[in-house]
């Protein structure tokens, strides 16, 4: 069975300092990745996709993910948090030639000021 | 520019009552998605919908149903509630896209919290 696995639930890091939310699938097939963000008391809205071609994807809020086959991982990174980013974060996997996306376990992402 | 609406924010109700959860999305989707989100579990999938009248089981689908009447509503209902159904309700829509173009990117309502006592 397909699953994604987010390794820290919780990461505090302060304002301006880089940071990096963890993820990595078990798939035996070629997928679509996501990243979608929830800020407190709202649903989840979607931050950014792989679905192929270069593996470096970027956001428009300076997010910025690399897919790596070999490692089945897709890290979020940022060179530098605002407190605006506070939000849960939650990694997606979509196979190819399926409509049922999977959910990771989301991380907390705080930004201290 | 609210394109999926869940028409309950929060929600308290008591054990052993009918609870429904009505979404509605303006995006002519022909999937749409229920899925309940609690700490440290992430999203799971309770039901889904590939068009009118139709639905699928997700992976927890035990203790609920769903209704689609119509393309833009996708109703999840709790027959009878029990506090273990205390949770973020989440609900999705996609395009039914299956080239890579879509990619069925969800988009997802605010959320019920529903309380059951």
């Known amino acids: 069975a397909q699953s994604v696995t987010q390794l820290d639930s919780q990461v505090p890091v302060f304002e301006e300092a880089p940071v990096e939310l963890r993820c990595n699938y078990s798939?035996?097939?070629?997928?679509?990745l996501f990243w979608y963000v929830q800020y407190p008391n709202q649903g989840l809205q979607l931050l950014l996709k792989?679905?192929?071609?270069?593996?470096l994807v970027e956001s428009i809020n300076g997010f910025e993910a690399e897919f790596n086959k070999s490692q089945t991982s897709f890290h979020l990174r940022k060179p530098s948090v605002h407190i605006s980013d506070t939000a849960e974060y939650f990694c997606?996997?979509?196979?190819?030639?399926?409509?049922?996306?999977?959910f990771g376990p989301g991380t907390s992402l705080s930004v201290i000021p | 520019d609210v394109k999926v609406t869940q028409s309950s924010r929060y929600l308290v109700k008591r054990t052993g009552e009918k609870v429904f959860l009505e979404c509605v999305q303006d995006?002519?989707?022909?999937?749409m998605f229920w899925y309940r989100q609690d700490p440290g579990l992430g999203l799971r999938l309770i039901y889904f919908s590939y068009d009118v009248k139709m639905k699928e089981k997700g992976d927890i689908p035990e203790g609920y149903s769903v209704s689609r009447e119509k393309k833009e509503r996708f109703s999840l209902i709790l027959e009878s509630a029990s506090t273990n159904q205390t949770s973020m309700y989440l609900c999705?829509?996609?395009?039914?896209?299956?080239?890579?173009?879509?990619?069925?990117?969800?988009?997802f309502g605010a959320g019920s919290r529903l309380t059951v006592l």
């Open positions: 999705a829509s996609s395009p039914h896209e299956t080239g890579i173009s879509g990619a069925n990117v969800l988009t």
């Open positions: 792989y679905l192929s071609g270069s593996t």
């Open positions: 997606a996997v979509l196979k190819t030639s399926y409509d049922k996306v999977i």
């Open positions: 995006m002519d989707h022909e999937n």
């Open positions: 798939s035996s097939v070629s997928v679509y």
